[in-house]
C-alpha cells in the first residue's frame, strides 16, 4: 500500500511559486506519481503524473527524485484561482487511495 | 471523447429512504469504475470500486451497496439510509491503471435528514 503524507495545509501569496510536497515511501516499482487540484463541490480534476525526474505542462511541474519516495508539484505564479486542495496519490492494485491533500490558500 | 456523467447533482433524503445514485461513462469500454465519499471538510474516501460487469469490490463495511449492470454503468445504492450517509459522492473512471489519470464525475451531494 502507497500511502502518501503530504502538509496539511499552506499559504502564499498571488504571484509566488507554491511547492508541495508529499512522501510515499512505499510506491511501488511500477507506479505513477499523479496530484490532483479540488475546488469545493466539484471533483478532483487531474493535474500532472509522472514516474520519475521532471515533467513539466502548462499547468505545474512535477520534481521526482531518483528514489522516488517524495515528490514535489510546483505551481509557479499562482493566482486565486489556485486556492484549492492538492492531492498527493498512491496507488493499490486498481485503486487509488487519496489522502487527506493539502489546503493551500492563496492570499492577496 | 470520453465523458462521464452522475446524477443528480443534488438530493435531499429523509433517514430510513432507499438511495439510488446512477454513474455513466461514455467513449471508452471496459473503464475501471469507483465510487468515493467525501464529508464535509474531509478527504476522498474510496467505497466501491469495479473491474468489469458484475465484478464489485468494497472498501470499507457500510450501509450501502454498488452495482454495475452494464459496461459502463455504476450505481450506488442503499435500501435505509443514515444521517452518517451525508456528503458528496464521486464517480470516477479510468481506462488503465497508471497510464492515464482518473476522471471524476461532478458529484452528488446527498444531505440525509
Known amino acids: 500500500l502507497a500511502k502518501t503524507t503530504q502538509p496539511v495545509s499552506m499559504d502564499s501569496y498571488e504571484g509566488q511559486e507554491v511547492n508541495i510536497t508529499c512522501s510515499h515511501n512505499?510506491?511501488?516499482?511500477?507506479?505513477?506519481i499523479t496530484w490532483y487540484q479540488q475546488f469545493p463541490s466539484q471533483g478532483p480534476r487531474f493535474i500532472i503524473q509522472?514516474?520519475?525526474t521532471k515533467v513539466t505542462n502548462e499547468v505545474a511541474s512535477l520534481f521526482i527524485p531518483a528514489d522516488r519516495k517524495s515528490s514535489t508539484l510546483s505551481l509557479p505564479r499562482v493566482s486565486l484561482s489556485d486556492t484549492a486542495v492538492y492531492y498527493c496519490l498512491g496507488n493499490r492494485d486498481d485503486k487509488i487511495i487519496f489522502g487527506k491533500g493539502t489546503r493551500l490558500h492563496i492570499l492577496p | 471523447s470520453q465523458t462521464i456523467h452522475q446524477w443528480p447533482a443534488t438530493l435531499v433524503q429523509p433517514v430510513g429512504s432507499p438511495l439510488s445514485l446512477e454513474c455513466t461513462v461514455e467513449g471508452t469500454s471496459n473503464p475501471n469504475l469507483y465510487w468515493y465519499r467525501q464529508a464535509a471538510g474531509r478527504g476522498l474516501q474510496l467505497l466501491f470500486y469495479?473491474?468489469?460487469?458484475?465484478?464489485i469490490s468494497s472498501e470499507v463495511p457500510q450501509n450501502l451497496s454498488a452495482s454495475r449492470p452494464q459496461d459502463r454503468q455504476f450505481i450506488l445504492s442503499s435500501k435505509k439510509l443514515l444521517l452518517s450517509d451525508s456528503g458528496f459522492y464521486l464517480c470516477a473512471w479510468t481506462p488503465e491503471r497508471n497510464v492515464y489519470g482518473y476522471t471524476f464525475g461532478s458529484g452528488t451531494r446527498l444531505t440525509v435528514v
Open positions: 512505499n510506491i511501488a516499482t511500477n507506479d505513477y
Open positions: 469495479s473491474v468489469g460487469i458484475g465484478q
Open positions: 509522472g514516474y520519475k
